[in-house]
């Protein structure tokens, strides 16, 4: 049971991993941030007093691949915060 709900974390993580990724493709370099349970993503860098709401998980760049962005979500998901 414990593999199962480990697999279910891990193709939510990629699938959120996925969407940020494809918005990063098309709008730039962006900020990821966790809001009451909701990835929000920001142009980066924000206008003032914009883009501020919640946990910053991450910048990512066009340059940023896939799987960063998918360990960076998987570890937010599972609660391991090192």
């Known amino acids: 049971m414990n593999t199962h709900i480990h697999r279910a974390e891990a193709n939510r993580a990629r699938l959120a991993a996925e969407r940020i990724y494809i918005k990063l493709q098309t709008l730039g370099t962006r900020q990821v941030r966790l809001y009451q349970g909701m990835l929000l993503t920001y142009p ?3 206008r003032r007093g914009y883009g501020t709401r919640g946990l910053l998980i991450g910048i990512y760049t066009l340059a940023t691949r896939l ?4 360990d960076d979500v998987s570890q937010l998901f599972s609660g391991d915060k090192t």
Do not use: F, N
């Not at 799987?67 to 998918?70: A, D, L």
């Open 44 to 46: 980066y860098p924000a």
């Open 67 to 70: 799987e960063w962005i998918e």
